[in-house]
Each structure stands twice: as C-alpha cells, then as structure tokens.
C-alpha cells in the first residue's frame, strides 16, 4: 500500500524558515517523480514543486510564487521527500500536501499524503 | 501559464442525478488532464488522468472526456459519497495549474 505522511508542519514568523518532510512507503520511492501541493484555508490547491528522479539528475520546478524560497530535495535511500520553505509570508499559510506521480515525463499525481498544516503569523 | 476554468463553481443535485463539471484549459493540452475529488478536512484522492482514464480502484460511475481545451467529468448516478468539491489539474506544461475548484452539494 502506498503510504505518504507529512510532517515538519507547524507555526512560524513570518520571515522565517521551516522543513517539511514527507515519508514514502509501499513503493520504489526511487522511480518516481514527487510533488508538493498547498492549500490555503478556504482556498483551492495550488502546485508548489516537482522534483525529478535520479536519471533526470533530480531536477526541480517551482510555482512562481515560491521559487527563490522554497527548495525541493529528495533522498532515495531513506525514501523521503522534502521542502524548504525560507523568507516566509503570511500567504504561506497553508495545508501542504506529499504528492507522487505516477511516473516520469507528463505525469499526474496518483496518491496524496494526509496534509501537515504551515501557519505564518507573528 | 495555463489557466484552467471550471465551471460551474458549486451545483447542488439529488442523489441519483447525472453530474457533468465543465474544465477548460487557456490553450491547448491535448490529453493532459487529471480530475481529482477533495472531501472537508481530506487530501485530495485521484480520480481521472489522461483526461479519461481511471485511476485504479475508482468506481465506473466517474468518466472523463476531452481533448485540446474543453474537458469533462461525469458521474452518473450521485451518491452520498459524492457530495465533494473536484478539481482538474493541467499537467503539459510548468507550472502545473489547477481549476478552481466545483463544490457538488446535497440538494
């Protein structure tokens, strides 16, 4: 069974910084690209990142809105998935979610994590 | 960007009705879609990608069509189960983007 849980959530001042991380269970971690999606309260999803496999040499792609703060890594040998979020707003303030796809090039998302919550507020 | 419109943003249907979500993407994505179903205080789970196929262990009651622009999801007969807010997603090109969303509530 694939199994994605979040973690690393919680509140933070604005300004500063926070690491989120996601562990991966029930599947070659390593043969897929990864996704972070957040969700402001009350608001629709908004893509936040992709990183890429190792035969891509783990390459990452970035909403407008975070790049140049936030950075995706991932380490295959311990199957897990991360993001670091710097210089945070208010605005990112947000439920964020582990996503995989299913596979390489034009993929969708087929499984989600449960969430960890993010609260930017002085 | 690709901007991806659905409509409408809320309906509200008896169970058993026919629902049918509208998605229409600003320029072309060929089949690039992904129809997702997002319940109060959930993640969202995957329904439909290649704007058709079903994702596995997805009942047949949802179905998906379209191609170039305009894109569909249907599910046939509505049940309890159902009553969610739904999602597409663009995924041709970066930045990824999703509608905003169609709330389907109990009529």
């Known amino acids: 069974e694939v199994q994605l849980v979040e973690s690393g959530g919680g509140l933070v001042q604005p300004g500063g910084s926070l690491r989120l991380s996601c562990a991966a269970s029930?599947?070659?971690?390593?043969?897929?690209?990864m996704d972070w999606v957040r969700q402001a309260p009350g608001k629709g999803l908004e893509w936040v990142g992709r990183?890429?496999?190792?035969?891509?040499?783990?390459?990452?792609e970035y909403a407008a809105s975070v790049k140049g703060r936030f950075t995706i890594s991932r380490d295959d040998s311990k199957n897990s998935l991360y993001l670091q979020m710097n210089s945070l707003k208010t605005e990112d303030t947000a439920v964020y979610f582990c996503?995989?796809?299913?596979?390489?090039?034009?993929?969708?998302?087929?499984?989600w994590g449960q969430g960890t919550l993010v609260t930017v507020s002085s | 960007d690709i901007q991806m419109t659905q409509s409408p943003s809320s309906l509200s249907a008896s169970v058993g009705d026919r629902v049918t979500i509208t998605c229409r993407a600003s320029?072309?994505?060929?089949?690039?879609l992904a129809w997702f179903q997002q319940k109060p205080g959930k993640a969202p789970k995957s329904l439909i990608y290649?704007?058709?196929s079903l994702q596995s262990g997805v009942p047949s009651k949802f179905s998906g069509s379209g191609s170039g622009t305009d894109f569909t999801l249907t599910i046939s007969s509505l049940q309890p189960e159902d009553f969610a807010t739904y999602y597409c997603?663009?995924?041709?090109?970066?930045?990824?983007?999703f509608g905003g969303g169609t709330k389907v509530e109990i009529k």
């Open positions: 996503a995989r796809d299913r596979g390489g090039s034009f993929s969708e998302i087929d499984y």
């Open positions: 029930g599947f070659t971690f390593s043969d897929h690209y």
């Open positions: 990183t890429r496999m190792k035969a891509n040499s783990y390459t990452t």
């Open positions: 320029q072309g994505i060929s089949n690039y």
């Open positions: 290649a704007a058709s």
């Open positions: 997603q663009q995924y041709k090109s970066y930045p990824l983007t």
